[in-house]
């Protein structure tokens, strides 16, 4: 698995129209409230043309691609950290998620309402903001109250976030110790996790929203996304090859589809990067943490590999493609030896060697 992202935003901002449209999982989209009631789920393949490339060198292996799961998930308004609509159920259900996807309507369409009664960008972001923050508050105090007095650093940590979150400042704008991070995981906040604001348009939105969103965005040192959850979910319902699917969105401007670009964007956001494998039946792509160790990759294969990790052949993936060759490329010296320590650069090609 690549990572996982929860679609949030107020009812009738068109999560679930961009979920399938990324998707293509048929969620039920309708022009009301709470239309959604439990979270969809929804896996799809990460593109990868270089995953496709390094297949084509190897057309005896399976192809398997690292994927994305997205959930969509019930539209949250004003009290939901206690419980209004759907709150809890829903702030529940993306506490394990690792990013927060928050979709801002700047569409225009009279049949469906605003929550809210007009468009404000800002408005509605900080509406979901508050209740994010309002639970956190709720988890940080249980916490403290069921720390032992000894634990003097996770309370003096903690006592910092709930004065913090009282003043609106989410915990992913804090820095920790290996330690207190540690302990975080276990309450899994919401503002701490990494969020991407996607702006749904349509082809006669206000560009003062979309720029709302995108300034606002700015200020929270995240990024913004256009995506025009209508046509997209067109795209995807019809059964177009991938060429005629690229020249359908061409047609109305678009240079890639919006899987394409949330990809992207996803792991800039989470500092994730690829790498390949081509042993046994399978050539095959694998998501890990920028700065994760040869080790690290390893267990993320088996925890076998990394329990008797000896040393990992590792050839850039450009390198590779260039010569058209593994084991040609093994025999010209392309593949250098690393120890357990190594750093997977984005696009690396490992075997991992054991003593099993």
């Not at 698995?1 to 009738?12: E, I, K, R, T």
């Not at 022009?31 to 439990?38: A, H, I, K, Q, V």
């Not at 069921?146 to 989410?170: F, H, I, P, T, W």
Request: with cysteine; proline share 4%.
């Amino acid at each position: 698995m690549g990572f996982n992202c929860g679609f949030l935003g107020l009812p009738n901002v068109g999560k679930s129209t961009l979920f399938n449209a990324l998707s293509a999982a048929g969620a039920e989209v309708e022009g009301y409230p709470f239309c959604t009631t439990e979270a969809q789920v929804g896996t799809v393949k990460v593109p990868d043309e270089k995953l496709d490339r390094l297949a084509e060198l190897l057309p005896e292996k399976e192809k398997v691609y690292t994927k994305i799961e997205f959930y969509d998930l019930a539209g949250l308004v004003k009290g939901a950290h206690h419980g209004e609509g759907l709150g809890n159920q829903f702030l529940s259900e993306i506490r394990g998620v690792d990013a927060l996807i928050h979709v801002v309507r700047c569409f225009e369409n009279s049949d469906v309402p605003f929550e809210e009664g007009h468009p404000s960008p800002k408005e509605n972001i900080e509406t979901i903001k508050s209740e994010l923050l309002l639970k956190d508050l709720e988890t940080i105090e249980n916490r403290l109250s069921s720390l032992d007095q000894k634990e003097v650093q996770l309370k003096e940590m903690y006592e910092k976030l709930k004065e913090d979150l009282e003043a609106g400042v989410a915990i992913r704008d804090h820095e920790f110790t290996p330690y207190e991070r540690e302990d975080l995981k276990s309450i899994s906040p919401l503002t701490g996790k990494p969020v991407l604001y996607v702006a749904n348009v349509s082809e006669d939105s206000p560009e003062e929203c979309l720029k709302a969103v995108e300034s606002y965005a700015k200020e929270e040192e995240t990024e913004a996304l256009a995506l025009n959850g209508e046509i997209e979910s067109e795209v995807r319902q019809l059964d177009l090859s991938e060429d005629e699917r690229a020249e359908y969105l061409q047609e109305w401007g678009l240079e890639e589809s919006a899987l394409d670009r949330l990809v992207r964007t996803g792991y800039d956001l989470l500092n994730l990067v690829t790498f390949y494998t081509t042993d046994g039946p399978e050539v095959r792509a694998w998501t890990i943490p920028e700065g994760s160790t040869a080790l690290e990759a390893a267990g993320k294969i088996h925890s076998d590999f990394a329990d008797n990790f000896i040393y990992a052949e590792v050839v850039p993936i450009d390198e590779l493609l260039n010569h058209g060759d593994m084991q040609g490329a093994r025999d010209d010296g392309l593949l250098n030896r690393r120890g357990e320590d190594y750093e997977i650069e984005d696009g690396d090609v490992i075997h991992f060697v054991s003593s099993r």
